[in-house]
C-alpha cells in the first residue's frame, strides 16, 4: 500500500493531503449526478432580448448597429440586481470598540458570456470566448481606475445557483477595498521567494513543472495548463502565461488563452461528467491603491497572474474545517494523465 503524502503549496504555504492509492474515478463524479439538474431549454433573464430584465449594462460587446440595453451583444456585463457591496459612499475605516469596521464599499458585477441559453464556454468558438476574456480585461481596467480599491476578483460558479441562471454561463467581478485573504497569502509569498532567490515564483514553478512534465494537461506558446503539486481538490487546474506577466488586463494573447481555456473546460465536462467547478482569475492588485499606502515595491517582478480552476466532487468537510487540512482522493499526477488522454479506465 503506497503511503499518502503530505504536500505544502509555495504559493499559498498551505498542506494538502494527497492520496497515493488508486480511487474510483466512477465513485467521484456519482456524486454530481444528484447536485446537477437537466439543462433548461428555456430562456431566462440573461438571454438576449431579455435586457429590461436586468440593469442597465456598463460595458458590452455589439454588432455594429445595436443599441445600449438591447439585443445584438456578443458579451454583456451589467450591475448585480443583489450585490454584495456597493459602489457608492465612503470606506469610513473605523473602530468599533476593539475592532475594525468599513462600509461594504466595493462593485459586484454580472458577466453575461453568450446570449444563448445553455451555451457554456466549452461550447462556443473561440471568438466568442476571446469576447469574453476581453470584457473581463476591460472591467479590470477600469475598476482599477478607482483607487478605493485594493483588489479585482473575477469568480465562476458553474452549476450552482438558480435553477435558470446557473445554466446560462455568466461570472462574476467584485472589487474590494480589502485584499481577499488567499490572495494576500500569495503576494506575501511571492514577494517573500523574490527578495531570497530575485525570481518570480510562479515562473520558477512553470519552469519546473515542464521540466518534469507529468503535470501539464496541455500547452500552447504562450499558455500552459497543469494540475498543481499540492492540489487541494481532484482535478484541479491552473492556467498560466509562460512569460512573466503580472497583470492579467496587459495580455493581448487572447486567441492562445481562448484555446486553452475552452480546451480545459471541455476536458473537464467529457472527462467527468460536466461537473461543478469554480474559477476564479487571481491578477496583480491595483497598484493604483497600493502606492498610496506604500505597498507593492516589486509587485510587477514577484508576482503572476492565473486562472484557478477547482471541480466540486466529493468532499471530506468536516476534516478540512477542523484541520485546515486539504484532502484530495486523486493526485495531480494521475488528474493530468485523466485529462490529457480524456479517459479513466
Keep these: 500500500m503506497a503511503m499518502n503524502q503530505f504536500r505544502r503549496d509555495p504559493i499559498t504555504g498551505r498542506w494538502s493531503i494527497i492520496f497515493q492509492e488508486e480511487y474510483k474515478i466512477e465513485d467521484?463524479?456519482?456524486?454530481?449526478?444528484?447536485?446537477?439538474k437537466k439543462k433548461s431549454n428555456g430562456k431566462c433573464q440573461l438571454c438576449g432580448g431579455f435586457e429590461a430584465e436586468t440593469p442597465s449594462e456598463i460595458f458590452a460587446i455589439r454588432d455594429d448597429n445595436s443599441k445600449k440595453n438591447e439585443s445584438g451583444w456578443k458579451v454583456r456585463v451589467v450591475p448585480d440586481k443583489q450585490p454584495f457591496l456597493q459602489i457608492y459612499g465612503d470606506l469610513d475605516n473605523r473602530g468599533v470598540g476593539m475592532y475594525d469596521v468599513l462600509n461594504g464599499i466595493g462593485a459586484h458585477e454580472l458577466v453575461i458570456e453568450s446570449p444563448k441559453h445553455n451555451e457554456q464556454i466549452y461550447d462556443m468558438d473561440l471568438d466568442q470566448v476571446q469576447n469574453v476574456l476581453f470584457a473581463y480585461r476591460e472591467r479590470f481596467i477600469d475598476l482599477k481606475r478607482d483607487?478605493?480599491?485594493?483588489?479585482?476578483?473575477?469568480?465562476?460558479?458553474?452549476?450552482?445557483g438558480n435553477d435558470q441562471l446557473k445554466n446560462h454561463s455568466h461570472s462574476h467581478i467584485i472589487a474590494t477595498p480589502i485584499t481577499p485573504a488567499r490572495v494576500k497569502y500569495e503576494l506575501m509569498n511571492t514577494r517573500e521567494h523574490y527578495q531570497y532567490k530575485e525570481r518570480c515564483l510562479f515562473c520558477d514553478i512553470i519552469n519546473q513543472e515542464l521540466e518534469d512534465d507529468e503535470?501539464?494537461?496541455?500547452?500552447?506558446?504562450?499558455?500552459?495548463?497543469?494540475?498543481?503539486?499540492?492540489?487541494?481538490?481532484?482535478?484541479?487546474?491552473?492556467?498560466?502565461?509562460?512569460?512573466h506577466e503580472t497583470f492579467f488586463e496587459w495580455n493581448n494573447e487572447y486567441s492562445q488563452l481562448a484555446f486553452i481555456l475552452k480546451e480545459v473546460l471541455r476536458k473537464l465536462s467529457s472527462t467527468l461528467n460536466d461537473p461543478n467547478f469554480v474559477m476564479v482569475l487571481h491578477s496583480g492588485p491595483n497598484v493604483a491603491a497600493g502606492k498610496q499606502r506604500g505597498y507593492w515595491k516589486t509587485i510587477e517582478r514577484d508576482y503572476h497572474w492565473h486562472i484557478d480552476i477547482t471541480p466540486q466532487f466529493r468532499g471530506f468537510t468536516s476534516f478540512e474545517i477542523g484541520s485546515g487540512f486539504q484532502i484530495n482522493v486523486i493526485s495531480p499526477e494521475t488528474a493530468a494523465r485523466i485529462l490529457r488522454e480524456e479517459k479513466y479506465n
Design 215 to 243: 503535470r501539464i494537461i496541455l500547452q500552447n506558446d504562450k499558455f500552459v495548463a497543469l494540475t498543481p503539486f499540492a492540489s487541494r481538490a481532484p482535478f484541479e487546474i491552473s492556467i498560466l502565461p509562460k512569460q
Design 147 to 160: 483607487t478605493r480599491f485594493r483588489y479585482v476578483l473575477l469568480h465562476k460558479n458553474y452549476g450552482d
Design 28 to 36: 467521484l463524479i456519482s456524486n454530481t449526478t444528484p447536485r446537477r
